[in-house]
């Protein structure tokens, strides 16, 4: 488990270790071609595919992609329940090839809230490529910055009652573990398609000091073309983590 950037420098390189993405824009690659945005849901999920091709190519080790937010539940019904059978779908189709791949899945949310069916696969799909280590691809569904904090704060206060009366010995290093990320690096780079600026409740603990990359780009069209500008991006940032310009340069 890697401290916290607030806590100590983290290593980085000009390829990001960790890439999290919020694929913004489906339903609007679709409306804009006349089609339903359900198409652009299913178009969305080829986007998936190369990022994850992309990436392992490029040396990342772990993505990071938000696929359904505990807002989302608000959406259309028809919507819902096709992203839902989206999501039963791929794991029936494609853990085969992510594990053939060397790639580990995990998925991080309130799975709680899903049918039993969908449950069952995300156990079935992380537990067969759990020994993989090509790249961690981790899936956010149902998932809510602030509810993963609220849960790693019960964990925690349901393992250690003792904190109760004694909150003045509660540090990050005792929360950290119970965070649904707790197994990876912060994110070095974030990347939001569709042309909003803004993290929606995303990882909203572990993107403290991660760069921020916007795109206009509708997540159907990000290819490995605008994944390669968004690293060029990122690797002309200064990465300070406090410090200044002048210590950067030893100066």
């Known amino acids: 488990m890697s401290k916290s950037s607030t806590q100590s420098i983290p290593d980085y390189s000009a390829v990001p270790r960790h890439l999290a993405i919020i694929m913004d824009g489906n339903g609007r690659w679709a409306t804009r071609r006349m089609l339903p945005r359900t198409a652009g849901h299913i178009r969305g999920m080829q986007a998936v ?3 994850v091709e992309a990436c392992g190519k490029a040396g990342v080790q772990y993505l990071t992609l938000f696929a359904f937010s505990s807002e989302n539940w608000r959406r259309p019904q028809e919507e819902v329940s096709l992203l839902m059978r989206l999501f039963v779908q791929t794991l029936e189709k494609e853990v085969g090839k992510l594990s053939r791949q060397g790639v580990r899945l995990r998925v991080i949310g309130d799975l ?6 969908l449950q ?3 156990r079935q799909a992380e537990e067969s490529t759990q020994h993989n280590t ?10 809510g910055g602030r509810w993963d904090i609220l849960q790693a704060t019960r964990r925690l206060l349901a393992e250690h009652p003792e904190l109760a009366s004694a909150p003045e010995q ?5 929360l950290t573990p119970y965070l ?12 939001r398609t569709g042309g909003e600026q803004r993290i929606s409740n995303f990882l909203i603990w572990q993107l403290a000091y991660t760069e921020l990359y916007f795109t206009d780009s509708y997540w159907p069209d990000f290819d490995a073309d605008a994944l390669t500008h968004a690293f060029e991006w990122y690797a002309g940032r200064e990465r300070r983590f406090g410090r200044t310009s002048a210590q ?4």
């Open 248 to 251: 950067l340069a030893g100066r």
């Open 134 to 143: 090509a790249l961690h691809l981790t899936i956010a569904a149902n998932y």
């Open 49 to 51: 595919r190369r990022a």
């Open 120 to 122: 069952e696969l995300i």
């Open 112 to 117: 709680s809230a899903f049918e039993p069916r």
């Open 180 to 191: 649904s990320m707790a197994f990876a690096p912060e994110p070095d780079l974030f990347v």
């Open 170 to 174: 509660l540090d990050e290093d005792m």
